[in-house]
């Protein structure tokens, strides 16, 4: 009897065969075999190919006439991802002979990890006697034994709660891309409008925030308080606030404090962070959050940081425990000073049973040094590190401790202050992730003073927070949007395509073209509701414990749809989208490089015939009969889609091509130049070989400058942006 032992990735399985013996052999009488997938080897293929021949066109366009989708259409077949070929073959021929198979993929919250297992194996036409479970907290050689004691028996993949839980998600997710659709038809751009659960999330967030944080105004306001002389400040807060200085009245005088309570208060170190919170520390560091994905999981696979997609915010007795002995030297690596580490037993806020993968923490491996983990996995690892070990160490700090003192003013005893004097810092004094917060608690190492005099006070109230990383984390986590690992991916994503909808520089966060139309379309829809993630992950378990029926659940999004596209369509003309141009636009649509694409069918004077289209979509070049909209003179015009182009600073996918050749015999002035649009005195002088000098040109970022400006021959040999042709030379005084 062998048994075989599914991993999800390489290194998983080196881990694995390090554990138990090499890639095959015998481990506690069992014989075994270890083989790895690649994360996801299938992907559901395009709507087109879900549906019977007859419906083909009506999934493929992306006119609305053609929304909602019937999920009852769907044949929901799978189809296997580029260059995975020879994977599936290895781990079929492996796995192939086994009377026993175990999952041993990621435990992921969504069930992740089952659905790229399953869906592997159920292609493979695998049939084993028995099907298992490997859980394991962490890939270290303990762990992987330990989970190997602790085999879990699975049922058939049909039946597997994980497996129904993500494949109903996976369904969900396909569906939504109808949004998508949507909200790229009303919009006015030439790029596609990616309209996701989470992404639709985080972009009305931002797009909140900025508003907000945009349209304030510091009107300031003026009152009475007193302060002490220790610069306790002491205030009413039902007190009157006037517009103007001088209409505050006076008359009050200076009078002594009354300290009312002095009482010690602790504060326990906060729960240890998960992906979202790491990412938004390291963000203020200039690293983008798909950067700190990859190399987050470099250090998980050499053992340095534990599994990074935890949703834990506590570790177990055991994993307290191994880590235990090495606090010194990790203290030492990242600069804790070892003596405030005193709270060497668990603590019931950090340490807890039924951890799936325990907390974000540090592997067991420890380094020699943060420059070294830079060497090894580049920059950005030490810092990376740090954040994760000093957070970890925190519960081995013992409690913050300050003195609490609240008084009021003995003649005007409605003034209240109250002021926190440190006693010890605690954990305070290793790590604190939220130590640059604003806070409104007053500090003081005096307490309160013995006199306080008045003082009329200018404030203004405070400017709603400009969006960060670390501010967009803590309100997806407050509505309870996505995991910690999946708000990072996703916003990974959201700042790393072709058509970004959010743009991040160290941490701050903003709206990129394309996410300002997501955001003017998204108010009042379905998918942009923030709490459509959590209805759905309710669904999920719903379905994974056989308490609603998917199918019923999936064809409930005909509904959100058909209403999303009347709410983005009145979105759109409020916003004052020209809805009628972009209508009248004929596209062709089709599939490139495996996402669907579309682009304009007429280009100069031509339309491309159902034949062209198909070729153009295969990479072919194509030659058309085009007009010149200059001279109304047919010319044969080669061209080819590409995925990059550029049009006034935005990129789109389009047709490009070989434009024709100008005459060097016969100059020809262009029409404009760096936003001046040239009059034909100019024109005239400059085709004649005149240099002429012209001023208020606007470069990219709307800077005015001056130059002297000749029309000049380039060959492609020189300048193959412009190819041969004529063009404007530029010179400056």
Aim: glycine fraction near 8%.
């Amino acid at each position: 009897m062998t048994t075989g032992v599914l991993c999800e990735k390489p290194s998983a399985a080196r881990n694995f065969a390090k554990a138990l013996g090499g890639m095959s052999g015998t481990y506690k009488g069992e014989q075994y075999v270890i083989c790895a997938l690649r994360g996801h080897l299938f992907e559901l293929a395009p709507p087109e190919k879900q549906v019977p021949a007859a419906l083909v066109e009506q999934y493929k366009s992306w006119e609305l006439a053609n929304l909602p989708w019937d999920p009852s259409h769907m044949k929901w077949k799978q189809q296997r991802r580029k260059d995975t070929t020879s994977v599936f073959n290895d781990m079929k021929s492996t796995l192939s002979k086994c009377d026993k198979i175990l999952i041993a993929t990621d435990d992921d919250p969504s069930g992740e990890g089952e659905l790229l297992a399953w869906e592997a194996l159920d292609a493979a036409n695998l049939r084993p006697k028995t099907w298992g479970r490997l859980f394991f907290a962490d890939e270290s050689v303990k762990e992987i034994q330990k989970a190997w004691d602790n085999q879990v028996v699975l049922p058939g993949m049909v039946d597997d709660p994980d497996y129904k839980k993500a494949w109903f998600r996976n369904r969900w997710d396909f569906l939504s891309m109808q949004f998508t659709r949507i909200a790229t038809k009303v919009s006015p751009g030439r790029v596609v409008v990616r309209q996701g659960r989470l992404k639709s999330a985080m972009v009305l967030l931002i797009g909140d925030a900025l508003k907000a944080y945009n349209n304030y105004k510091a009107v300031p306001f003026y009152e009475n308080r007193f302060k002490d002389e220790n610069g306790v400040v002491y205030s009413d807060p039902d007190t009157e606030r006037y517009a103007t200085k001088a209409e505050v009245p006076g008359g009050l005088h200076a009078s002594a404090v009354v300290h009312d309570s002095t009482k010690e208060k602790t504060t326990a170190p906060p729960k240890l962070l998960d992906l979202a919170g790491v990412s938004a520390l390291m963000s203020a560091k200039g690293m983008k959050p798909d950067a700190v994905l990859k190399l987050y999981q470099r250090m998980y696979e050499s053992q340095v940081l534990s599994y990074p997609r935890t949703e834990d915010h506590c570790v177990t007795a055991e994993q307290f425990n191994e880590l235990l002995p090495k606090i010194n030297a990790i203290a030492k690596v990242v600069g804790a000073d070892v003596s405030m580490l005193t709270h060497r037993t668990p603590r019931k806020t950090h340490v807890k049973d039924g951890m799936a993968h325990g907390a974000n923490r540090p592997g067991p491996n420890v380094p020699a040094s943060l420059r070294d983990l830079d060497a090894k996995f580049g920059a950005g690892a030490g810092a990376l590190y740090q954040i994760i070990a000093k957070n970890y160490l925190t519960m081995l700090a013992e409690d913050y401790v300050y003195e609490q003192q609240k008084g009021h003013v003995a003649d005007y005893p409605t003034y209240v202050g109250t002021v926190n004097i440190p006693k010890s810092m605690g954990w305070k004094g290793i790590f604190d992730a939220d130590a640059d917060d604003d806070s409104d608690t007053q500090v003081s190492k005096k307490g309160l003073g013995a006199k306080a005099e008045p003082f009329i006070h200018e404030g203004v109230p405070p400017r709603p927070p400009y969006p960060t990383q670390k501010w967009l984390c803590k309100q997806l986590e407050r509505y309870n949007v996505g995991t910690g690992a999946t708000r990072v991916s996703v916003l990974a994503d959201a700042c790393g395509t072709k058509y970004p909808l959010i743009s991040d520089t160290k941490g701050k966060l903003k709206l990129t073209e394309v996410g300002e139309m997501s955001y003017a379309l998204l108010p009042g829809t379905n998918i942009g509701d923030i709490h459509l993630s959590e209805r759905v992950f309710k669904q999920m378990d719903d379905v994974a414990a056989g308490k609603a029926d998917p199918d019923a659940l999936l064809a409930e999004v005909a509904k959100l749809v058909r209403e999303d596209i009347e709410t983005m369509k009145g979105n759109a003309k409020k916003g004052g989208f020209k809805m009628a141009d972009f209508a009248d636009k004929e596209y062709a649509e089709g599939t490139w490089n495996g996402e669907a694409k579309r682009f304009n069918r007429n280009h100069r004077g031509h339309r491309f015939t159902d034949d062209e289209v198909d070729r153009l979509f295969r990479g072919e070049h194509v030659v058309i009969s085009a007009v010149s909209s200059k001279t109304g003179k047919p010319y044969d015009w080669e061209c080819w889609l590409e995925d990059d182009l550029e049009y006034n600073g935005r990129t789109y996918f389009g047709v490009t091509g070989d434009f024709p050749k100008s005459d060097e015999s016969t100059p020809k002035c262009p029409k404009s130049c760096a936003g001046h649009v040239f009059t034909d005195e100019e024109r005239t002088q400059l085709e004649s070989g005149c240099t002429i000098r012209v001023e208020g040109l606007k470069s990219r970022k709307g800077t005015e400058f001056g130059a002297n400006l000749k029309l000049v021959w380039k060959t492609k040999d020189e300048d193959p942006k412009w190819g041969d042709n004529w063009v404007i030379d530029m010179s400056f005084d």
